[in-house]
């Protein structure tokens, strides 16, 4: 049985990002399952440290964005949305150049507390970044 929504498409996810840093980063919803979400981002020089490494905030905006879009995605759209609180990341394996694939699970994903365990791949399917994220649900801004 399916946590999100049923009415829900990666195109409704990717419409979010307009306007808005995952659309920069070039962040792309192209999965939802039935208790994931799977994004993926370019590594390309704007998400890039200096030394030519995906850079680690780059990483951890990708993760924050996919875990709202997840608490969006289970709640009531009209009226909550799901906020960040806390999020931290072990970054495992750099990675230089393809997609990172981002996979967004839940691990609590009722009541006024969200968390996720989100976990990016390189694009040779090794595990680059863990992440644990916790959303908060509040009323929409109006």
Excluded at 15 to 28: H, S
Excluded at 92 to 118: P, S
Excluded at 130 to 140: H, L, S, Y
Aim: aromatic share 8%; hydrophobic share 45%.
């Amino acid at each position: 049985m399916s946590i999100w929504r049923q009415d829900l498409t990666v195109q409704d996810m990717n419409a979010l990002n307009k306007g808005t840093m995952g659309e920069f980063m070039g962040i792309d919803f192209i999965e939802i399952g039935e208790d994931y979400l799977i994004a993926e981002m370019p590594v390309e020089d704007k998400v890039k440290q200096p030394f030519g490494l995906l850079h680690g905030g780059a990483s951890v905006a990708l993760a924050e964005t996919v875990g709202s879009v997840a608490s969006w995605a289970i709640v009531n759209a009209d009226r909550f949305i799901g906020v960040g609180i806390e999020i931290n990341a072990n970054h495992l394996k750099a990675v230089t150049h393809g997609k990172v694939k981002c996979i967004c699970k839940g691990v609590k994903t009722d009541g006024k507390l969200h968390i996720w365990d989100i976990r990016l791949y390189n694009a040779l399917g090794e595990l680059s970044c863990i992440c644990r994220f916790t959303t908060m649900v509040v009323p929409k801004p109006i």
